[in-house]
């Protein structure tokens, strides 16, 4: 069974930037697509940002686009959100979640393994 572990959260005053971490255990994180999520304080879960299998192919919300950017080392298990010109309204605690398919998908329903998650909270 797939284990997530996310890391690299924090606080950090907005226009500031963050790396999110999520290392894998269990089976090769290369077999699956990684998705990032986040939930706000008080609403839904909603999708962040995707990368397939290979790192070729991307997807992002468009709340973030231009200002994160997702990767995989899948020589280290790892998968990356990298987190530039932050705003107070990314304030949430962010999850990475792994699918055993080849196509990035939006729907949390979508992705089999989950994290703990990680608080991140900009200030302004």
């Known amino acids: 069974q797939e284990q997530l572990v996310e890391s690299g959260g924090g606080l950090v005053q907005a226009g500031g930037s963050l790396r999110l971490s999520c290392a894998a255990s269990?089976?090769?994180?290369?077999?699956?697509?990684i998705g990032w999520f986040r939930q706000p304080p008080g609403k839904e879960r909603e999708f962040v940002a995707g990368?397939?299998?290979?790192?070729?192919?991307?997807l992002y919300a468009d709340s973030v686009k231009g200002r994160f950017t997702i990767s995989r080392d899948n020589a280290k298990n790892t998968g990356y959100l990298e987190m530039n010109s932050l705003k107070p309204e990314d304030t949430a605690v962010y999850y990475c979640?792994?699918?055993?398919?080849?196509?990035?998908?939006?729907?949390?329903?979508?992705?089999?393994?989950w994290g703990q998650g990680t608080q991140v909270t900009v200030s302004s």
């Open positions: 269990g089976r090769t994180l290369s077999m699956y697509t």
């Open positions: 990368v397939s299998r290979s790192g070729r192919s991307t």
């Open positions: 979640a792994a699918r055993g398919r080849s196509v990035v998908k939006e729907e949390a329903s979508e992705y089999e393994y």
